[in-house]
């Protein structure tokens, strides 16, 4: 197999993992209308990129509908297919200037933009999902409006650094990660942790916080776990090929 044909394989795999995480996301009604976005890097700096084309429902999302772009390319933004400027102002930042996010998901999945109203939408770690992410979540109190201009792309870069989790204040939720699988457990676990949370807060009682030594231990006790994430994707995926399996066209 030469380069080129490898590229091509492996840019084919990464838009079916991503059309699928687009059809799950739906599956768990992490959706928002025909709006919010999730992309991949295909080259090795980051710059190049997929991402879901503007204003299409993520229930019909298929592999070949991903739009190829190029963070470094200022004229983007002037293609016929041009994508929504809100998209391209976090993810085209984000994966310019930061090469280790090679996944971005920004979504309002509904626990996780509940917490986002929150005055302080800490992810408190009282069991063991919310403990997950301690010393893992990135907040940006920040929020400017609709994120479609540079400086407010570059300020959600910024704060986002290399957590996997940024929770945007009055605004919804940013998953970083290395692959596809990571990212959507990442989600999933962080959308289940901010439901915990809110219930806990709903009952008015005192929390169990974990002490920081516990919490800590905890973090790093799910690191091994890894592995989980890819076994419950591809889980997942199984069921989209048997229901669904038009997502690879």
């Not at 739009?67 to 391209?88: F, G, I």
């Not at 919310?130 to 920040?142: E, N, P, Q, S, W």
């Not at 959308?191 to 974990?210: D, F, H, I, N």
Request: proline letters at 4%; a negative charge; one cysteine or more.
């Amino acid at each position: 197999m030469t380069i080129a044909e490898a590229q091509t394989r492996n840019e084919q795999e990464l838009r079916e993992d991503l059309a699928a995480a687009f059809r799950l996301a739906v599956k768990f009604g992490w959706h928002e209308s025909v709006g919010n976005h999730f992309s991949v890097a295909v080259s090795d700096d980051g710059s190049k990129f997929l991402m879901n084309p503007k204003w299409r429902h993520f229930s019909e999302i298929k592999a070949s509908d991903l739009l190829l772009l190029d963070a470094k390319d200022d004229a983007v933004m002037e293609r016929e297919d041009a994508p929504d400027p809100s998209a391209w102002c976090i993810h085209g930042t984000v994966h310019r200037t930061n090469p280790a996010a090679r996944v971005l998901f920004h979504c309002h999945a509904p626990n996780a933009t509940a917490l986002a109203t929150l005055q302080d939408p800490t992810l408190k770690p009282i069991d063991l999902n919310t403990a997950r992410f301690y010393g893992k979540v990135a907040i940006d109190l920040g929020f400017g409006g609709m994120a479609d201009e540079a400086e407010e792309g570059r300020r959600i870069a910024e704060t986002l650094g290399n957590k996997p989790i940024l929770v945007m204040g009055n605004h919804g939720v940013s998953v970083a990660a290395a692959t596809v699988a990571e990212a959507f457990e990442h989600l999933y676990f962080f959308e289940r942790a901010a439901e915990t949370l809110l219930k806990a807060y709903s009952t008015g009682q005192p929390l169990a916080v974990m002490s920081d030594n516990l919490a800590a231990k905890t973090a790093a006790e799910w690191e091994p776990y890894v592995g989980m994430g890819y076994a419950h994707f591809a889980h997942l995926r199984r069921e989209l090929d048997a229901t669904q399996p038009d997502y690879k066209d």
